[in-house]
């Protein structure tokens, strides 16, 4: 029996449910976490660029290189670890290492990334976060403490999570250096996964927030659109109803809103998609770490629900807003439509009605013209008839005019027959 045949891709399938392992950290240590994505067309971006740009780092180093098809690597770069991962739009490099010597969450944490790599990035900063892993403290206020000298207390979101293994903080802020601010107090007993998925965690809230909120501009310029073409929208539909409006011209103008409408929606799809998968991401990655409330502080479930969620509710407005307004535009038109076809089909019923008219006119004014020709010819013909029969005539004794009386009616019977037998022939 031959051995049973694998489905081509049976061992990449499984393979990638364990393609971006999380970490293993040990506290206390530090993470430089940076996001580059291409302002425009990012998902269709050439990803040869960006891997590129990761040998380049390597290469600085000495590190080896990763297989070409891999989307993920892990390796030492000097006396730090290095985790790269690319996405469907983005990239993001991950740097850990020991704290530094110096003030907390100083911008030296990034100087493993060279200036001038940096410059060459194939892409812009979306995002770029230093995060500080330390023991959690016997005192609490001591936590306490380090919130206020790090973070804006009036956006400071806190919590205990995954059964009170660590205390994460953050204010969404970027300080003075251009970074975002992330901490973690682990409890003692904290294995170095969880640690590492507390931090993986924390880069994903931080990313995929950016990137939904990236929806935000752009529902906010189609919405000012959408206030002009909804007012051009209803002036149309009114028109709908006015008799003395040209039907054919509010039509033109509803198919053009129709067009503009369809073309908004086509070029915005992506970004309102790609917004609803990032924000289901973002809630997905708040309610693993299975939060609970620290020092009566707001959560981040909590923080995004106040400041995250009504953007996110302004950017559905504005899809729905487009989808609702194309379909009226679409039904209008649909309408108006029929109503331009029954008038169209109108004129055109009146106007075979007139041309039959006019046929039956000309066909009247035919057949008088051709009783005329008979007359006129049958007179012509009977004079030269009398006068090809007179001499023949007169030795019976007819005069002319019994010899013109008696080939009238002859004459007029074949010039009628003749006159009809042409029209006969020109009507077939």
């Not at 297989?67 to 996405?87: C, N």
């Not at 995002?127 to 206020?148: A, G, H, M, N």
């Not at 509010?250 to 129709?258: K, N, S």
Request: glycine content about 6%; aromatic content about 8%; hydrophobic content about 40%.
């Amino acid at each position: 029996m031959s051995p049973l045949q694998d489905h081509p891709n049976r061992y990449a399938l499984a393979n990638e449910l364990h393609a971006r392992p999380f970490p293993s950290l040990r506290a206390p240590c530090q993470a430089a976490y940076l996001a580059i994505k291409q302002p425009r067309e990012a998902a269709n971006r050439d990803r040869a660029a960006d891997r590129a740009h990761l040998l380049d780092l390597l290469d600085r180093y000495g590190t080896s290189h990763p297989a070409p098809e891999d989307t993920h690597f892990f390796g030492q770069i000097g006396r730090y670890h290095l985790k790269w991962e690319s996405h469907t739009e983005f990239v993001t490099y991950t740097i850990f290492g020991d704290i530094p010597e110096g003030p907390a969450f100083d911008a030296g944490g990034f100087n493993v990334f060279p200036e001038d790599w940096l410059e060459n990035a194939p892409g812009a900063r979306i995002t770029s976060c230093l995060i500080r892993v330390e023991e959690r403290p016997d005192d609490e206020t001591d936590i306490s403490k380090q919130f206020d000298t790090w973070f804006v207390p009036e956006s400071l979101a806190a919590s205990n999570v995954l059964d009170e293994s660590a205390v994460i903080a953050t204010d969404f802020r970027i300080d003075t250096s251009g970074h975002m601010r992330m901490a973690a107090f682990v409890s003692p007993d904290t294995g170095m996964r969880r640690i590492g998925r507390v931090i993986q965690r924390l880069c994903e809230i931080e990313t995929y927030k950016s990137m939904a909120m990236l929806c935000l501009p752009k529902a906010r310029r189609l919405g000012a659109q959408l206030g002009d073409m909804d007012q051009t929208l209803s002036k149309l539909v009114e028109d709908m109803r006015n008799p003395d409006a040209q039907s054919v011209d509010t039509l033109d103008g509803l198919l053009e809103i129709a067009s503009e409408l369809e073309t908004m929606l086509a070029r915005s799809a992506f970004r309102f998609g790609a917004r609803g998968a990032y924000e289901a991401l973002v809630n997905q990655r708040i309610a693993v770490l299975r939060e609970e409330r620290y020092g009566g502080r707001q959560t981040f479930a909590e923080f995004m629900m106040r400041r995250f969620d009504p953007a996110m509710r302004t950017c559905v407005s504005v899809e729905r807003r487009m989808e609702t307004m194309a379909e009226r535009a679409r039904r209008a038109g649909d309408l108006l439509g029929t109503r331009v076809n029954v008038e169209r089909s109108e004129q055109n019923q009146k106007l075979l009605e007139s041309m039959d008219e006019r046929a039956a006119l000309q066909l009247r004014l035919q057949k008088t013209v051709e009783g005329l020709s008979v007359v006129a010819i049958s007179y012509y013909a009977l004079n030269l008839v009398g006068y090809m029969l007179y001499p023949v005539a007169s030795p019976f004794g007819l005069s002319k005019e019994w010899v013109f009386g008696l080939a009238v009616v002859p004459v007029v019977i074949l010039v009628w027959m003749m006159v009809a037998r042409i029209r006969k022939s020109m009507e077939s």
